[in-house]
């Protein structure tokens, strides 16, 4: 199973700041890689697909990078809606395998 | 618009058999496939197995021996069975949608269904 390292697992920030969570796979999985904000009580909801591509809805300040085993996900400008959990996954293999989330917090 | 929505009992007894429906609108299932995630509480996620538009299912090798999913493409609904549960099992449980085309990944989620496994 390839497995997907996420880091970190938690983040403090504040309103207006830049942040990024990385997510490193054991193997190249060639850019088939998600993210997914979770709200608590919530679903999750697509973000960033294919690595470095914006889902439908998803406001500009959200972006996706990497590639290899290397990816991110950067919010720029925080907003209070982005506090959230959020998670990585890979699906160029199966079992699909998720990162264990990221917990954002506003400082 | 695209809907998705999971049925099924909220406490099961421990070794005995899950079953859930996801509940589909908005789209063909003869042309999105759908897969199911779980979630325990307050942990991370674990994609547990798919249903292709085309009939064809995929499992996680970790639950294959005790997981079945199934669907009826004349009332828009996919199932998932899974026997000899036990307390580990005890997760939020998802079902989702799946382009295919561009990537498998989940561009719709149901509203999740909590299951308690306890007896």
């Known amino acids: 199973d390839i497995q997907m390292t996420q880091s970190p697992a938690s983040l403090s920030a504040s309103l207006g700041e830049t942040v990024t969570i990385e997510c490193r796979a054991s193997?190249?999985?060639?850019?088939?890689l998600a993210w997914y904000q979770q709200k608590p009580g919530k679903s999750p909801q697509l973000l960033i697909y294919n690595a470095n591509s914006l889902h439908t809805g998803v406001p500009s300040r959200f972006s996706g990078s990497g590639s290899g085993t290397q990816y991110s996900l950067k919010i720029n400008s925080l907003q209070s809606e982005d506090v959230a959990s959020y998670f990585c996954q890979q699906y160029y293999d199966y079992p699909y395998t998720f990162g264990a989330g990221t917990k954002l917090e506003l400082k | 618009q695209v809907q998705l929505k999971e049925s099924g009992p909220g406490l099961v007894q421990p070794s005995q058999t899950l079953s859930l429906t996801c509940t589909v609108s908005g789209f063909s299932l003869m042309d999105y496939s759908v897969h199911w995630v779980r979630q325990p509480p307050g942990k991370g996620l674990e994609w547990m197995g798919r249903?292709?538009?085309?009939?064809?299912?995929y499992y996680n090798s970790a639950l294959k021996s005790r997981l079945s999913i199934s669907r009826d493409t004349s009332k828009s609904q996919v199932f998932l069975k899974m026997n000899s549960l036990q307390t580990e099992d005890t997760a939020i449980y998802y079902c989702?949608?799946?382009?295919?085309?561009?990537?498998?990944?989940?561009?719709?989620w149901g509203q999740g269904v909590m299951v308690t496994v306890s007896s």
């Open positions: 989702t949608r799946v382009e295919d085309y561009s990537g498998d990944y989940f561009d719709y």
């Open positions: 193997e190249d999985i060639y850019n088939g």
């Open positions: 249903m292709k538009y085309d009939g064809d299912t």
